[in-house]
T-cell receptor, first 116, second 110 residues
């Protein structure tokens, strides 16, 4: 089945630094990937839709200059949290539609960000 | 009103019990519906898609009522391993975006 790899799984950084999270589709090509954020005991909130070769589409209330998304190839999307602050600490999860035609989302294992 | 709403939970049930979760969605043009389960501090994993005629997968039965914009998940003979948060997921008609409900937490007790 479709596999999405996300890296790093855990990251701790100082306030003011930037953090990059990678999301790769391992055995299929993903023209579209989705980035979600999940705070403790809350559901996933869609942050943005990453489109290969074009600009990402951000959800209302998500700062595009704060959360930079790059989708330079059919198998890789990156999310960069710029000038991270403690309130950015969260579980960030990427996903892609199954590359075999099924209308199903496959998720990466998530990246837990802690900003000190 | 949120796009997707679910029973607030948590549900605490004994092993072997039958439990049902409800979900409603606000966009009448939504086309695809799913139930995902999420274990603590893990990514969501697809449990089952929900088809218009209803569908069953072992102990799990999903139902869709388009007129009422309502989806349900029934779990029979609950196992300890069923303990998780169950997420109702609906796609937006305008694109490929999927919207997640807040989730309903289930604890199956020995």
């Amino acid at each position: 089945g479709a596999v999405v790899s996300q890296h790093p799984s855990w990251v701790i950084c100082k306030s003011g630094t930037s953090v990059k999270i990678e999301c790769r589709s391992l055995d299929f090509q993903a023209t579209t990937m989705f980035w979600y954020r999940q705070f403790p005991k809350q559901s996933l909130m869609l942050m943005a839709t990453s489109n290969e070769g074009s600009k990402a589409t951000y959800e209302q209330g998500v700062e595009k200059d704060k959360f930079l998304i790059n989708h330079a190839s059919l198998t890789l999307s990156t999310l960069t949290v710029t000038s991270a602050h403690p309130e950015d600490s969260s579980f960030y999860i990427c996903s892609a539609r199954d590359g075999y035609g099924a209308n199903v989302l496959t998720f990466g294992a998530g990246s837990r960000l802690t900003v000190l | 009103r949120k796009e997707v709403e679910q029973d607030p939970g948590p549900f605490n049930v004994p092993e072997g019990a039958t439990v049902a979760f409800n979900c409603t969605y606000s966009n009448s043009a939504s086309q695809s519906f799913f139930w995902y389960r999420q274990d603590c501090r893990k990514e969501p994993k697809l449990l089952m898609s929900v088809y218009s005629s209803g569908n069953e997968d072992g102990r799990f039965t999903a139902q869709l009522n388009r007129a009422s914009q309502y989806i349900s998940l029934l779990i029979r003979d609950s196992k300890l391993s069923d303990s998780a948060t169950y997420l109702c997921v609906v796609n937006r008609a305008s694109g490929q975006n999927f919207v997640f409900g807040p989730g309903t937490r289930l604890s199956v007790l020995p």
